[in-house]
């Protein structure tokens, strides 16, 4: 569901003037609004119903002969994080499948029966363009996060590529057209890949505006995103009439982000129908284990995963009754606790965003949590792109989220030797600080269950970091022919992972440096060889600068110079080194 509507982070929706003007809540997207008119009901392929059948990675051939075997179809597979999705219209299919060798879960995606669009869908329309003629303007939204200032240093790079998995873009807005990658943008709609031209596009407003919240192109006219100069690509998940976002629709777009090669993707929604998926369920269990999968496949590849925290004003982490739930037939209150999950928005790895309005207090809407939130972003009544060349303002944690997947971009822009968790790291680091705003708000300034990290900054996201130097000067005496030796430097203040060229100065004052062998020991005593020994080089001392790629080790923590005497009659000491970060 998306997060901008009545229905949960999807749904909120208020209209104006200039367009419309939403608050998005989540069904399964995420913004806020008074009220939708009711979806279209679907025609349903009478009795069947949608399966994940979940086994090992790359083991999927077994399960989908019992498939068949137990009365369903191969709808679509996805082998390489073991999912296959499996239509069926037999009442114990699931039971059935259960009992087969090699499958380790089973469960029903959804509680009414698979649309009958699923077999053929249809392409959305183009709908007819309007050109814009207002000019651009500093928009408050963008000021609050400093995108204005960070633009005079990058307004992004075309090689990022930052996916939109929603309802669909409008790739002929003149705001997004510049910036659109129709050759990795397709349709997941009803959990198969649709590649053709144009499945892609616009479904209802949602995706459009966050499309342009995160690039829309900085063109003098209409509206700027936060990385305009980024590119684009759409993964339609929702489906049509319902506008719901399956777990099978969703596993689908991150495997496919993951294998096109998206840097970044912006999720605005939770996987539909439930609110949270618990997992002393079995089907809730079945889900939630396959879009796990599908993030982590999708991290694993280098994508950045970003994800909104939803509308309902809730706490994530005091769970307690859900009474949205399944919003694909009759909600009704159940009991809930921590164990159940917002999918994608509280998995592993994910950056989850709660929304602040101008005055940099958090939403009426936004959910929050101690543990949940990552950083946040302004989300009341932002103006971006929809569908036609029109434009609007819509709230929720859904307009909250592509601020930050943009920022994220840029970021990435700037410094393109940046890995998924060094991403993570920054844009947490580089937030700045929000205070609590009333009770129900628990931490401390620097980091609390309302904003997480804070507010992220666009301005710090593309600023060089100065060079941070850590020194020992203390003389280590080198026995002669003996043991090796450390000398130690503790690293603090370093987000994330050290850089791929880390200098490492050394002074080492040696009678005969050829008798040397010198390590650097990382903190988690992972070892690069400096220099080795050699019986030829009968010089005195060690003065050398060297290059290490220890861009897989985690920057903070106790470092150590290490040096082995390695023959007899020749001595000396550790007189000073240095790392550079």
């Excluded at 509206?223 to 684009?232: D, F, K, L, R, W």
């Excluded at 060297?546 to 001595?571: E, F, H, I, P, Q």
Aim: with cysteine.
């Amino acid at each position: 569901m998306t997060i901008w509507s009545t229905s949960r982070l999807r749904r909120a929706v208020t209209a104006a003037a200039a367009g419309v003007s939403l608050v998005v809540g989540m069904a399964g997207v995420a913004e806020a609004s008074p009220g939708l008119p009711a979806a279209p009901k679907a025609s349903t392929a009478t009795g069947v119903r949608s399966y994940l059948v979940i086994t090992a990675p790359n083991d999927t051939a077994g399960a989908k002969t019992a498939v068949a075997t137990n009365g369903g179809t191969v709808f679509s597979s996805y082998d390489a994080i073991g999912v296959v999705v499996a239509h069926s219209s037999a009442s114990d299919f699931a039971t059935k499948m259960r009992a087969v060798s090699g499958v380790q879960q089973v469960g029903a995606t959804r509680t009414t029966d698979v649309p009958a669009e699923a077999s053929n869908p249809s392409i959305p329309a183009a709908p007819t363009q309007t050109t814009p003629t207002e000019a651009e303007t500093n928009r408050p939204d963008m000021t609050q996060i400093k995108a204005d200032q960070a633009w005079s240093v990058t307004t992004g790079s075309p090689s990022v590529l930052v996916g939109v998995l929603d309802t669909g873009v409008d790739d002929q807005h003149y705001d997004l057209k510049p910036n659109f990658d129709a050759t990795k943008s397709a349709s997941c709609a009803y959990g198969k890949l649709d590649t053709r031209p144009g499945s892609w596009r616009a479904e209802g407003d949602h995706g459009t505006h966050v499309a342009g919240t995160i690039a829309a192109a900085k063109n003098g006219k209409g509206a700027i995103g936060v990385a305009p100069s980024v590119h684009i690509a759409s993964v339609r998940i929702a489906e049509v009439p319902s506008g719901l976002f399956f777990a099978e629709n969703t596993i689908c777009a991150f495997v496919f982000a993951a294998d096109q090669g998206f840097k970044i993707t912006n999720n605005s929604y939770y996987s539909d129908p439930w609110l949270f998926a618990c997992p002393n369920n079995a089907d809730q269990a079945a889900t939630l284990e396959g879009v796990k999968r599908a993030t982590a496949y999708a991290e694993g590849k280098g994508v950045l995963n970003v994800v909104a925290a939803g509308n309902e004003n809730y706490d994530l982490a005091n769970k307690v009754t859900d009474t949205t739930s399944p919003n694909d037939s009759s909600p009704a209150s159940r009991p809930v606790n921590n164990s159940c999950l917002l999918m994608p928005g509280e998995l592993p790895g994910v950056v989850t965003v709660s929304s602040i309005n101008s005055q940099n207090v958090k939403s009426s809407f936004s959910n929050f949590g101690t543990g949940k939130i990552t950083v946040t972003a302004p989300g009341d009544s932002v103006y971006s792109t929809l569908p036609g060349g029109r434009y609007g303002n819509l709230s929720g944690t859904s307009m909250a989220t592509p601020h930050v997947a943009g920022v994220a971009a840029l970021m990435l822009s700037a410094n393109p030797d940046l890995s998924v968790a060094d991403l993570r790291t920054r844009l947490a680091a580089q937030a700045d600080d929000l205070p609590c705003a009333d009770a129900r708000c628990t931490g401390t300034t620097a980091k609390n269950n309302f904003y997480g990290d804070g507010r992220v900054d666009a301005k710090d996201a593309v600023t060089p970091d100065a060079a941070k130097t850590f020194e020992n000067t203390a003389d280590v005496p080198i026995p002669d022919g003996g043991a090796a030796v450390d000398s130690p430097i503790t690293v603090t203040g370093v987000p994330g992972n050290a850089p791929g060229a880390l200098k490492v100065d050394v002074r080492v004052v040696h009678t005969y440096r050829g008798d040397l062998v010198i390590d650097l020991v990382a903190p988690d005593g992972g070892t690069f060889r400096l220099k080795a020994s050699s019986s030829s080089d009968s010089a005195d001392n060690v003065i050398a600068t060297y290059t290490v790629n220890a861009a897989t080790k985690v920057a903070n923590g106790t470092w150590r110079l290490r040096v082995r005497d390695v023959y007899r009659s020749d001595s000396g000491y550790i007189d000073s080194w240095k790392l550079t970060f």
